[in-house]
């Protein structure tokens, strides 16, 4: 079975431009999340989709955004990039009914480079 | 204040030690979920273990142990006997029902020295 899988690997953009992220959820899983793994900070809770609606967000400005689609993958943008948008992004998928009470899987993520 | 608190930001041990990588969560919630996951240098986190608040026997899997404290809010994590491959960085994290938030801790990077 595949597992969850992110492109791109790596992505390096300047300061002030946009990202997208996109990821993949294992098959039968209907929640997608985002987190971001910067440097000593651990992950950080960015967003949580389930059947393709935005359940919760963590503490990031607005200009962290995403979507999911039909089929259950999800694409995390990022606008006017900072150079503290620097990190690892992760996506990592669950079963939905009761999200919260299941373990998520992980995907490879991807380096997000600002220059 | 931190939802979940790993206080060993890195620990090292001589293979074959054992180790006890500690995890302390706050909530106010009386159902929540604490979980264990590993990152090896590859990168890719790998779950280990989920708990729910109202379970708080001890689970043993092989080297793996796990002891739930709901008194101290600890979930406390020890490989018994280490192995170079348990050399990575090991995440606390908390669910709750309420706010549908999930909280990690910052790890604890763990070298098993050969």
């Known amino acids: 079975e595949a597992g969850v899988t992110q492109s791109p690997t790596h992505l390096i953009k300047t300061r002030g431009q946009q990202a997208t992220l996109r990821c993949s959820p294992i098959s039968g899983h209907t929640s997608v999340y985002w987190y971001q793994q910067a440097l000593g900070l651990g992950l950080q809770f960015l967003l949580w989709y389930d059947e393709g609606e935005e359940r919760n967000r963590g503490n990031f400005p607005p200009r962290f955004s995403g979507r999911q689609f039909p089929n259950y993958s999800s694409e995390l943008n990022v606008n006017a990039l900072e150079l503290e948008d620097s990190a690892l992004y992760l996506c990592?998928?669950?079963?939905?009914?009761?999200?919260?009470?299941?373990?998520?899987?992980f995907g490879p993520g991807t380096r997000l480079t600002v220059t | 204040a931190q939802k979940v608190t790993q206080a060993q930001t890195e620990i090292s041990v001589v293979e074959k030690e054992d180790v006890t990588l500690d995890c302390v969560y706050e909530t106010r919630d009386t159902t929540y979920y604490l979980f264990w996951y590993k990152q090896p240098p590859s990168g890719e986190l790998v779950f280990l273990i989920r708990?729910?608040?109202?379970?708080?026997q001890n689970e043993i899997s092989g080297r793996y142990s796990w002891n739930f404290q709901k008194s101290t809010s600890s979930f406390n994590f020890t490989i018994t006997a280490s192995q170079v491959v348990d050399s990575a960085v090991y995440f606390c994290a908390l669910s709750e029902v309420t706010g549908n938030q999930f909280y990690f801790g910052t790890g604890t990077s763990l070298t098993v020295i050969p």
């Open positions: 708990r729910n608040s109202f379970d708080e």
């Open positions: 990592a998928s669950s079963l939905g009914q009761g999200a919260f009470s299941y373990e998520q899987y």
